[in-house]
């Protein structure tokens, strides 16, 4: 059985492989999508708050011919009246073919597969990783560079909470010639486990950065994870990206977000060419189908 569960347990050609499969669940939306997981059902669980994740997970079964069974949002669960995870998990993998799940605490997915009959998808496990929205990040990237060439990645804003950085710099990793830089404060910095060597590490923005990056990867300051206050007040404004700095940016470079957004891009950027995010959150439903049909094995 497949779990989704980090991005630490994709080699290289396993994410051509998806990366492949993608691109031909593209092609099937342009005509509506295909009916490979007639009859198959996707439990979402959302412990969390979601829109794309969630909704494009959906989407995605349904653009294959699949159904979904849902709970958006768990004060309408048993979970209310004490159940515990392992048991939520034996129920619905006794419903459903597939499960999606988010939840606050780190590893939370990884209790889930371990009682449950069938693969579990990993939709963001709170400060620790969100492997499926990696795969939609590389999926991006692929459409405007090859990562056979040199580029160079920078991971701006709240690096010390943001999952989607700690998926996406792990799956990076099987690319050697991408080079990967960091720019947060020391509060937010990147947490040592995803850090190699030859990285770069920088506290703040500066021209040189922009003029050599090719894929700006912008991150929200995650309020939620912050049990002091005020420091998260201090620091939710430290990247705000306007018009003028993302004009010191290569023409050919692209500017990635997981969103939501809060103020770390201004909305005057949404017109520049480079302003990639919003492809980026559509393309998470060629990439969920792609996950879905692979963890079925509805694909040879
Ligand atoms: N990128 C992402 O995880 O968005 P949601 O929180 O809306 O699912």
Redesign the pocket.
Known sequence: MKHILSAAQFDRAELEKILALAARMAENLKSDGTRLADGKILATLFYE??????LSFETAMLRIGGHVISTPDTKFSSVQKGETVEDTIRILSGFADVIAMRSSEIGFAERAAKVSAVPILNA?DGAGE?PT?SLLDLFTISKYFSLDKKICVTFVGDLKFGR?VHSLTTVLRNFPNVQLRFVAPDELKIPEKYRQPADEIFTEISPEILKTTDVLYVTRVQEERFADRAQYERLRDTFIFDAEKISQLPKKSIVLH???RINEISPEVDALPQAKYFEQ?RNGVPVRMALISYVLNLIG
């Open positions: 708050p979601s829109t794309r994740t969630r963001g969100h929205q989607t997981p969103l939501p959150a």
